[in-house]
């Protein structure tokens, strides 16, 4: 079982930037992946940002391509999310999850969660 506790949401105006972060405990497997995950009210849960811990290649949403960055400090056990040049359609709760590395951005592959951070963008 891994433990993952997000922080960093908030709100921001349209053009704004925000860090999430991704504290996580327990036991990880080298190959296992992390991904950031977004829910807005009414709406499916859909993959923002996946990473492979052991090599580090990021994978995007076509939605977030040259606006967010994943990125993952393996000593810190963190993983982050920068997100730039933010939209008013990029407000949800924000989760970030582990689990295999079979479809990155599916969240139905993952298996462990964090509680969620929210994140609002006014325009």
């Known amino acids: 079982q891994v433990r993952l506790v997000e922080s960093g949401g908030g709100s921001v105006q349209a053009g704004g930037s925000l860090r999430l972060s991704c504290a996580a405990s327990?036991?990880?497997?080298?190959?296992?992946?992390l991904g950031w995950f977004r829910q807005a009210p009414g709406k499916e849960r859909e993959g923002v940002a996946a990473?492979?811990?052991?090599?580090?290649?990021?994978y995007y949403a076509d939605f977030v391509k040259g606006r967010f960055t994943i990125s993952q400090d393996n000593a810190k056990n963190t993983l982050y999310l920068q997100m730039n040049s933010l939209k008013p359609e990029d407000t949800a709760m924000y989760y970030c999850?582990?689990?295999?590395?079979?479809?990155?951005?599916?969240?139905?592959?993952?298996?462990?969660w964090g509680q969620g951070t929210q994140v609002t963008v006014s325009s």
């Open positions: 999850a582990r689990g295999s590395c079979d479809r990155l951005l599916e969240y139905r592959e993952y298996n462990d």
């Open positions: 327990g036991s990880m497997f080298s190959d296992d992946c």
């Open positions: 990473i492979r811990r052991l090599s580090g290649s990021p």
